[in-house]
């Protein structure tokens, strides 16, 4: 008996069996392969997730595991994808971490129904999951940082603040905080991707390093600036969740530079307004002539200096 392969086998291969229909070659031979329906694109992903970098050391490793592969869907959310396939590349420390770290992933597969279509196994000194998704796309119907226009309004999907809260109680020692749930277990918004996509949205990020700093991305890419309304943001339900709990400040800080939301932010004609509300969408501010992203309040640019996060900083 070989024990990496036994492993493998019982742990990951036998617990997902769930097979795509596109799927020609699953798992089990030296790579997968997968017809790619007409009409159709690939959407590629790849991610990765370190034991005390992206999460706690003292965080569960099933935990940890499933918040890996949430947050690479969230990167195909924010193009509009719909998920199919996730191949992964899981370095632990021991068998017990091992079988931790794939009760999270066969969890996540499971959920959101896509195939484990390959991925490969080895022992390592740091506890590791690089996670790669694949998803399929309407031909040249990908949401892009860059198609961003002038005067769109810019939306947000989703809850920011709440996870970087999270992860503050977690590190005081308050493991059962409220927040703690929204750092923990991640909801990839996958559906809501889709359906702005299908509503004709062009521009969409998903928000992983904070709001403001995510949102320079599409600043960049579309050559413009961006206005973040700061009575917008305190009008968010989220952020009225946490001065429950930290005092102004701290609340406004979480809230534009956070980070771990894997909310969605995107930018639409103002003629979308109404769908937008309707998906509960929140107005949060505009495509303008310029670049960066500022932070307005009654008209005026706010100086207001805070980054996201930063891995070499
Ligand atoms: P190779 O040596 O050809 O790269 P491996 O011996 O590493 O392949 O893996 C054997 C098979 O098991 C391959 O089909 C691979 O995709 C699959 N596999 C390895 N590790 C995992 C894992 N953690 N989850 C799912 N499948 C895995
Ligand atoms: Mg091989």
């Given at each position: 008996m070989n024990h990496e392969f036994d492993a493998i086998s019982r742990l990951f291969q036998q617990r997902t069996p769930f097979q795509h229909p596109t799927t020609q070659v699953g798992n089990g031979d030296d790579a997968s392969t997968h017809k790619i329906p007409d009409g159709f694109e690939l959407v590629v992903s790849t991610d990765t997730a370190v034991e005390a970098v992206h999460w706690p050391q003292d965080m569960p490793l099933d935990i940890a595991s499933n918040r890996a592969i949430?947050?690479?869907?969230?990167?195909?959310a924010a193009m509009g994808a719909t998920p199919a396939w996730l191949w992964l590349a899981i370095m632990a420390k021991d068998a017990t971490s091992l079988?931790?770290?794939s009760d999270g992933i066969v969890q996540a597969?499971?959920?959101?129904?896509v195939e484990l279509a390959g991925g490969d196994t080895v022992r390592s000194s740091t506890n590791t999951i690089n996670v790669t998704v694949g998803g399929l796309l309407p031909k040249g119907q990908a949401m892009l940082r860059a198609h961003a226009q002038v005067s769109d309004n810019v939306w947000l999907l989703g809850n920011i603040g709440l996870a970087a809260a999270g992860l503050?109680?977690?590190f005081k020692g308050d493991?059962?905080?409220c927040f703690v749930p929204y750092f923990q277990h991640i909801k990839p918004l996958y559906q809501q991707g889709i359906a702005l996509r299908k509503l004709g949205i062009r521009c969409c990020i998903d928000i992983s390093d904070g709001l403001l700093q995510d949102a320079g991305h599409i600043a960049k890419s579309s050559a413009l600036g961006l206005h973040v309304d700061l009575a917008h943001i305190q009008n968010l339900a989220c952020y009225q969740q946490l001065l429950a709990h930290f005092d102004k400040e701290t609340s406004l800080k979480k809230v534009l530079s956070g980070g771990e939301d894997y909310a969605l932010l995107c930018t639409a004609p103002k003629s979308q307004q109404r769908v937008l509300q309707?998906?509960?969408a929140q107005?949060?501010?505009t495509c303008v002539k310029g670049d960066g992203v500022h932070l307005i309040h009654e008209g005026k640019i706010v100086d207001y200096n805070i980054k996201g996060y930063d891995h070499f900083a």
């Open positions: 949430n947050a690479a869907l969230s990167d195909l079988s931790s770290m597969c499971l959920t959101h129904k503050k109680q977690w493991k059962k905080g309707n998906m509960h107005h949060i501010g």
